[in-house]
């Protein structure tokens, strides 16, 4: 079994559900089970940033999944959660990344791991400090990154 941190978001329609309807999903998927899930936050849009703000959060997982595999299952879901993808960065129903797949560097076609831009993301790194403050990443402590984003974008959502 093999550790993997996903990063969850959606800022389309009724976003507390689709992320609910999401972890649920993965929760289901063939050998696999989510460690940990972390508090849910409201994060202003990166990249794209004339649309609405996102709700983000990231999971833990175990999973006998190979990365492509697990690549595959999240498309899946974000088919069933009707991810329409018409403009690139724009809104979305719900998008689930994968971030790191145990010590696996890989840059493949379809899929780059650790994600290339984890360490520009704020509504990335602060969830994933709720799951291990002490991850490492490309040899660097996740929390010196969070040195670097403005944490300002990304608010507890309760
Ligand atoms: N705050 C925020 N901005 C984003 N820009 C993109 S693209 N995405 C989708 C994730 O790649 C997001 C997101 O999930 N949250």
Request: net charge negative; charged share 30%; proline share 4%.
């Amino acid at each position: 079994m093999n550790n993997v941190y996903l990063s969850l978001g959606t800022n389309i329609g009724d976003r507390e559900k689709y992320l609910n309807d999401a972890i649920d999903l993965i929760s289901e998927l063939e050998n696999t089970k989510i460690v940990k899930i972390s508090k849910v936050y409201e994060t202003k849009p990166w990249g794209y940033t004339n649309q609405e703000n996102f709700l983000n959060l990231c999971l833990k997982i175990n999973t006998g999944l190979s990365p492509h595999e697990l690549l595959n299952k999240c498309q899946e879901i974000e088919k069933i959660l009707k991810r329409e993808r018409i403009i690139r960065w724009g809104p979305r129903t719900i998008d689930i990344d994968i971030l790191i797949y145990d010590d696996i560097i890989c840059n493949g076609e379809n899929l780059t791991l650790p994600h290339p831009r984890i360490q520009e993301r704020a509504f990335v790194l602060v969830p994933l400090m709720d799951l291990n403050e002490n991850l490492v990443v490309k040899n660097k402590r996740v929390k010196e990154w969070l040195k670097l984003v403005d944490v300002e974008e990304v608010k507890e959502y309760i």
